[in-house]
T-cell receptor, first 109, second 115 residues
């Protein structure tokens, strides 16, 4: 079983819609969770971090964490063409950050 | 510019050759990493150094040898390159204790193609 699993997509959403990305992880003791965005041909950049159960909002992004279900999600509201990228879920455990395979999002105008 | 910089950006080489990738960060971070991203975008940690000391060494062939001459530099040397080594290699650094891994700052990547 992979440590961090995501739906690979691609996820296609119309401009202005909500994009919903899901991630599950296997290690129950994980405490820190992150979402990175990676544009094609570029390096990943951190867009959200979450440590406690519940929702965390930052602009058009909302991260949701449920440790009991070992589940973390990312919502992108009012999706824009500039949000088209691969979104990587990352989980910290045992001194390292483990990444999922990423979900590719395409926002169509 | 303050950043994580790695060279070269592209590396094309023949099977069996030995090559090195260099990484430098001027962010004052104590922890540096090498990650490998395969063609399916899966990003996997290879090595982690904290203040020049190796703290993570994932299941990586011993043809890969990292070297950290000081905490601002982490280089990656690869011996006897194989076709399966073709990937994008990212250097990264982090300002925090590796146990917390608050945020990784990535270099721009080195696209390695082994022919």
């Amino acid at each position: 079983q992979k440590e961090v699993e995501q739906n690979s997509g691609p996820l296609s959403v119309p401009e202005g819609a909500i994009a919903s990305l899901n991630c599950t992880y296997s290690d129950r003791v994980s405490q820190s969770f992150f979402w990175y965005r990676q544009y094609s041909g570029k390096s990943p950049e951190l867009i959200m971090s979450i440590y406690s159960n519940g929702d965390k909002e930052d602009g058009r992004f909302t991260a949701q964490l449920n440790k009991a279900s070992q589940y973390v999600s990312l919502l992108i509201r009012d999706s824009q063409p500039s949000d088209s990228a691969t979104y990587l879920c990352a989980v910290n455990n045992d001194y390292k950050l483990s990444f999922g395979a990423g979900t590719t999002v395409t926002v169509r105008a | 510019d303050t950043a994580v910089s790695q060279t070269p950006k592209y590396l094309v080489t023949q099977m069996g050759n030995d090559k090195s990738i260099k990484c430098e960060q001027n962010l004052g971070h104590d922890t540096m990493y090498w990650y490998k991203q395969d063609s399916k975008k899966f990003l996997k940690i290879m090595f982690s150094y904290n203040n020049k000391e190796l703290i993570i060494n994932e299941t990586v062939p011993n043809r890969f040898s990292p070297k950290s001459p000081d905490k601002a530099h982490l280089n990656l040397h690869i011996n006897s390159l194989e076709l399966g080594d073709s990937a994008v290699y990212f250097c990264a650094s982090s300002p925090r204790d590796p146990a917390t891994n608050e945020k990784l700052f990535f270099g721009s990547g080195t696209q390695l193609s082994v022919l």
